[in-house]
């Protein structure tokens, strides 16, 4: 959308947003809001999580991806946050790559990652290895 297109639909929306009855200031502003912020990441949003181009493309990380995994003097680059690791095991064995999931913690925070090699064995990888 160009910025002209643009302007003229956020008018639209708020001359919409102000023929009905407004509870409040605030939840206008909130709504017209949320609607910019649609507009301005839908494309971002759409490249990352149904086209996959910034992973494909390697021209950046996309947003699911949760950084470099070096280990075993390799780099990991297919991280992503996991919540639940016997959740996220079951259904990664039909996967048929090499999982590996660390809890990395940084200044009290942690978080727990998946991160795929997909190249090369696994012979050196085991339970409670560092580096």
């Known amino acids: ?9 956020f008018l639209e929306f708020a001359d919409w947003q102000g023929a009905g009855p407004v509870d409040t200031e605030n939840e206008t502003v909130r709504d017209l809001e949320k609607l910019v912020r649609l507009v301005r990441d839908l494309m971002l949003l759409a490249n990352n999580f149904v086209s996959f181009k910034a992973f494909y493309t390697r021209t950046g990380q996309a947003i699911f991806q949760a950084g470099t995994l070096y280990l075993d003097s390799r780099s ?9 690791t016997a959740k996220h095991a079951l259904l990664a064995n039909s996967s048929n790559i090499c999982l590996v ?3 990395c913690t940084r200044a009290g925070q942690k978080i727990t990652i998946a991160a795929a090699f997909t190249d090369g064995d696994s012979d050196q990888l085991r339970v409670g290895r560092n580096g």
Request: one cysteine or more.
């Open 1 to 9: 959308m160009n910025g002209y297109n643009s302007r003229i639909f």
């Open 76 to 84: 990991c680059e297919l991280c992503v946050t996991v919540n639940d």
């Open 101 to 103: 999931y660390c809890d």
